[in-house]
T-cell receptor, first 114, second 115 residues
Framework: DSGVTQTPKHLITATGQRVTLRCSPR?????VYWYQQSLDQGLQFLIQYYNGEERAKGNILERFSAQQFPDLHSELNLSSLELGDSALYFC?????????????FGSGTQLSVL | DQQVKQNSPSLSVQEGRISILNCDYT??????FLWYKKYPAEGPTFLIS?????DKNEDGRFTVFLNKSAKHLSLHIVPSQPGDSAVYFC??????????????FGKGTLLTVNP
């Protein structure tokens, strides 16, 4: 158990809908990262938050947004969903913003867009 | 543009033998490299890492080698065990955009260790 909790584990929805994925980092970790893993891709970095502030942005679509709350949990919002958004979404946390090398991953949310 | 490449989608090895997983990268700004292991229905877990100032790092049965001139790293598992069967991701830290906080991952290699 990595200590990172992601909910829900599975999500099935329809095109055009909006969903929210939730992540609780390890106790004491200030940095949260979101990654997307689709069938033919590796883990694609989406976005990073550190202590409530956006720190780095990757290949995140404009239809996607995220935030980190004062209690350090994070949410990834995906809107106007398309079939191609079906993927495994991972959240990871680390103690400090520069400790990207020690990421602890949750077990992921499997999103299926039908 | 795939900056971290794992060209072998899968590898099958006999128990007790050596497993060698390879990774190539294109970005010379990468300064830290990691291997993660992933079992089905679980998130990736950190396995071993190496700084760009070193060429080898060893941790038990796992050794990572870095060849900076060739922009190549490899993970050696000796001896391989059935429990090592998993997807292995190569990852690198640092990018040309100046952000030093994200990891760039390869697509992974599925290792199967046969009893």
């Amino acid at each position: 158990d990595s200590g990172v909790t992601q909910t829900p584990k599975h999500l099935i929805t329809a095109t055009g809908q909006r969903v929210t994925l939730r992540c609780s980092p390890r106790s004491g970790d200030l940095s949260v990262y979101w990654y997307q893993q689709s069938l033919d891709q590796g883990l694609q970095f989406l976005i990073q938050y550190y202590n409530g502030e956006e720190r780095a942005k990757g290949n995140i679509l404009e239809r996607f947004s995220a935030q980190q709350f004062p209690d350090l949990h994070s949410e990834l919002n995906l809107s106007s969903l398309e079939l191609g958004d079906s993927a495994l979404y991972f959240c990871a946390s680390s103690a400090r913003a520069g400790e990207g090398e020690k990421l602890f991953f949750g077990s992921g949310t499997q999103l299926s867009v039908l | 543009d795939q900056q971290v490449k794992q060209n072998s989608p899968s590898l099958s090895v006999q128990e007790g033998r050596i497993s060698i997983l390879n990774c190539d990268y294109t970005n010379s700004m990468f300064d830290y490299f990691l291997w993660y292991k992933k079992y089905p229905a679980e998130g990736p877990t950190f396995l071993i890492s190496i700084s760009s100032i070193k060429d080898k790092n060893e941790d038990g049965r796992f050794t990572v080698f870095l060849n900076k001139s060739a922009k190549h790293l490899s993970l050696h598992i000796v001896p391989s065990q059935p429990g090592d069967s998993a997807v292995y991701f190569c990852a690198a830290k640092g990018d040309s955009g100046g952000s030093n906080y994200k990891l760039t991952f390869g697509k992974g290699t599925l290792l199967t260790v046969n009893p």
